[in-house]
């Protein structure tokens, strides 16, 4: 298994708090991205990031921000959580280049009341 | 942009039949495409991917699936279904619009073993 860690595995809080999510990965890869995973809507990507410093916006990049200060980190902010935002989070990381498989964490289930 | 497509949420068979899950894809260049498994509480795991050369591609656990250009498809299949193959299945395609790398996924089917 790719060595993709993703912390923490649960988390529930309240709207309005603010919630942060890490993904540590010990491959050196150059790509990571954050999903979420809702029932209905498969994979939505929500940043990326393609180096150090280096991010961009996915398809449902609203009430998020993203955060690489090292390579082997990528940090996902909720700034104020909505309930909107309970999801299963994923991160992910490639080596980069289109023919590139993307590998996955196992996954954070966060539930916003 | 790329998009895929996933006809149906979901799929049951009996253990020991074949398995055949569609995926359609939409790309204005040749595509670069992935088939994912996802077992229930964990990650995705990459089943086969194709990119260039063979058409018919072999993955892991006994799945293939083959590239048709002239049908824009790439369905997975296994000619006899395992109980442990139960999971959700997700078809994605390479982003081939932009420098970066990224997959565009389908919604996913979920496929379903009975004894």
């Known amino acids: 298994d790719a060595g993709i860690t993703q912390s923490p595995r649960h988390k529930v809080t309240e709207t309005g708090t603010p919630v942060t999510l890490r993904c540590h990965q010990t491959e050196n890869h150059r790509y990571m991205y954050w999903y979420r995973q809702d029932p209905g809507h498969g994979l939505r990507l929500i940043h990326y990031?393609?180096?150090?410093?280096?991010?961009d916006k996915g398809e449902v990049s609203d009430g998020y921000s993203v955060s690489r200060s090292k390579t082997e980190d990528f940090l996902l902010t909720l700034e104020s959580a909505t309930s909107s935002q309970t999801s299963v989070y994923f991160c992910a990381i490639s080596l980069g280049g289109r023919n590139q498989p993307q590998h996955f964490g196992d996954g954070t289930r966060l539930s916003i009341l | 942009a790329q998009s895929v497509t996933q006809l149906g949420s979901h799929v049951s068979v009996s253990e020991g039949a074949l398995v055949l899950l569609r995926c359609n894809y939409s790309?204005?260049?040749?595509?670069?495409l992935f088939w994912y498994v996802q077992y229930p509480n964990q990650g995705l795991q990459l089943l086969l991917k194709y990119t260039t050369g063979a058409t018919l591609v072999k993955g892991i656990n006994g799945f293939e699936a083959e590239f048709k250009k002239s049908e824009t498809s790439f369905h997975l299949t296994k000619p006899s279904a395992h109980m442990s193959d139960a999971a959700e299945y997700f078809c994605a395609v390479s982003d081939l619009t932009g420098a970066n790398s990224k997959l565009t996924f389908g919604k996913g089917i979920t496929l379903s073993v009975r004894p």
């Open positions: 790309s204005s260049v040749p595509p670069y």
């Open positions: 990031s393609y180096g150090v410093k280096d991010t």
